[in-house]
């Protein structure tokens, strides 16, 4: 690899990295005008794995917004990030992949301080390169484990 194709390859990680990032704050903040920016045209997520839904960037924040309405309190950590670039002719291509494990706890609307439900995961991030930069082409979230309310009291 040249000194070039290394330097776009640097560029273009921290530009992953900061979207994925921002996939997260959006959420947790409820923004939900960045997170449709941060998505393609074309682009969908798919929550059916957590007990969601599947469907465009449009009806996943309209989801979103009334489901996230149960959780006033979310901080949604995304770690372990392993991205992959798809190579064209030697040098980096204009989509990607980035798998990544989640950790997401929530508190339900009331007058508690502590997170009261808690899930963990992993996402599956498919990229591609716009003309406004790197966007989300497609997000799917597989739960692999949740603590509920219930669940917490059985094992206090």
């Known amino acids: 690899?040249?000194?070039?194709?290394?330097?776009?390859?640097?560029?273009?990680?921290l530009a992953v990295d900061e979207?994925?990032?921002?996939?997260?704050?959006?959420?947790?903040?409820?923004?939900?005008?960045?997170y449709r920016a941060l998505f393609a045209p074309d682009g969908r997520a798919d929550y059916r794995d957590a007990g969601g839904v599947e469907g465009s960037a449009e009806e996943i924040a309209r989801w979103l917004t009334s489901t996230m309405e149960l959780f006033p309190m979310r901080q949604h950590l995304i770690v372990n990030r392993l991205v992959r670039f798809h190579s064209v002719d030697r040098d980096i291509g204009d989509t990607a992949q980035v798998q990544a494990d989640y950790i997401n706890p929530m508190r339900f609307a009331g007058?508690?301080?502590a997170p009261?439900?808690?899930?963990?995961?992993?996402?599956?991030?498919?990229?591609?390169?716009?003309?406004?930069?790197?966007?989300l082409h497609r997000v799917t979230v597989h739960e692999k484990w949740r603590r509920t309310p219930e669940r917490a009291a059985a094992g206090a």
């Not at 996939?23 to 923004?31: E, P």
């Open 116 to 135: 009261d439900f808690v899930c963990g995961g992993r996402y599956a991030f498919g990229l591609v390169r716009t003309d406004s930069g790197w966007r």
């Open 111 to 113: 007058d508690g301080t």
């Open 1 to 13: 690899m040249t000194q070039r194709v290394e330097l776009a390859t640097v560029l273009d990680r």
């Open 19 to 34: 979207l994925v990032t921002g996939y997260a704050v959006a959420v947790d903040d409820g923004d939900w005008t960045a």
